[in-house]
């Protein structure tokens, strides 16, 4: 249980709690004009908690203490008791208002998470178990509490050429990142069956990301083509290299050539290409993965937990990383991250 779920469930209890902690307090040390208004604070802490019904009922209890605190004040009917239930009143009903306010926005709020969740959901396609003799599995983790949105992409397409595979990141977040990836996505699915190499289509999405993308914006991207001779020839435009964890559970990272500039800067990479032997798996990642940091400070440590890759299906390895990450990361995951791990399987 979070502690915003957890204040929700024991909101109203605390309320009950702090409006009887005032009410001893006045009853020991009598009414003050100048703390009149102190019946409705617990109406003002469940306004911010629960419900507009729970706070109301909060609010009507304050007003009914406030009525009957010229009983144990001896003070019914005077000025200071009129002070009191006054203020009570007036800042119970603005406790009711404001929680009716939250609630709606918080409608509101969740409405525009299911569509940008849709959206994201739209742009980033089920990821196919596998295709030929190579086996996949994705996974977003995305920075955006309580919904998957962000500019972090992959995608995955059987042509001609070999098996195809882009990573990418958008620079940027929100549905404006969203947006570029889409299009990057559609340039790539469409270049990835006419293009018959690996930089064609990098110069293809280059000029696709130069076209629509803001003059400070750009898209890191690592281009995969998988081929029938346990090789694996690979592009990169500004990103990470992959990681290779073979069958004997050691890792390493792929070597991609020299750096050249992201998608949108002019990118001129060359091709390099690697063994992929039977059992091997090959990870894609954006920076989202490597940039975590803990309390302290400290990256996450992706060396430590590379062998784990190569054990259970694709899937549970990577359930098992991204698990990790997050409680790496205090579960305050702070940049999303796109995840796509590849196996060589036997014929």
């Known amino acids: 249980m979070t502690e915003g779920q957890w204040l929700v469930r024991h909101g109203l209890s605390m309320s009950l709690a702090l409006q009887a902690v005032i009410v001893l307090v006045d009853v020991v040390l009598g009414a003050d004009v100048a703390i ?3 019946y409705a604070i617990p109406a003002v802490l469940a306004a911010t908690i629960i419900s507009v019904r729970r706070t109301a009922l909060v609010g009507l209890l304050a007003v009914a203490l406030a009525l009957w605190s010229g009983v144990w004040n001896a003070d019914f009917a005077t000025q200071s008791w009129t002070v009191r239930l ?3 009143v007036i800042l119970s009903a603005i406790a009711v208002l404001s929680a009716s306010m939250r609630i709606e926005r918080e409608q509101g709020l969740r409405e525009m998470t299911v569509i940008a969740e849709t959206a ?3 742009v980033l ?9 190579v086996g996949f599995a994705a996974r977003y983790v995305s920075a955006t509490r309580e919904a998957l949105i962000g500019g972090d992409l992959y995608e995955v397409a059987a042509t001609p050429y070999g ?7 958008v620079r940027g977040k929100g549905l404006e990142a969203v947006q570029l990836a889409a299009t990057v996505l559609g340039a790539f699915r469409r270049a990835a069956f006419i293009q018959p190499s690996l930089t064609d289509i990098a110069t293809d999405l280059d000029g696709v990301v130069t076209a629509v993308a803001g003059e400070e914006d750009f898209v890191t991207a690592l281009l995969a083509e998988f081929h029938d001779d346990h090789t694996v020839t690979l592009v990169n435009c500004g990103h990470h290299p992959p990681l290779l964890v073979n069958g004997t559970g050691t890792a390493e990272l792929v070597q991609t050539g020299e750096p050249v500039p992201p998608l949108g800067l002019r ?11 039977s059992g091997a798996r090959l ?8 940039e975590t940091r803990d309390h302290r400070g400290v990256f996450f440590p992706l060396a430590e937990h590379a062998a784990a890759l190569g054990h259970g299906s694709l899937d549970e390895a990577l359930d098992r990383l991204t698990q990790r990450l997050i409680e790496y990361a205090g579960h305050q995951v702070k940049d999303d ?7 060589r399987r036997s014929a």
């Open 163 to 169: 098996v195809r595979v882009i990573v990418g990141d």
């Open 337 to 343: 991250m796109a995840l796509v791990l590849a196996e």
């Open 267 to 277: 990118p001129t990479p060359l091709p390099t290409t690697t063994q992929l032997p």
């Open 86 to 88: 006054v203020l009570t």
């Open 36 to 38: 009149s208004g102190t």
């Open 120 to 122: 994201q959901r739209a």
């Open 125 to 133: 396609r089920s990821m196919p178990s596998s295709v030929g003799l």
């Open 283 to 290: 990870l894609i990642y954006t920076d989202g993965l490597i």
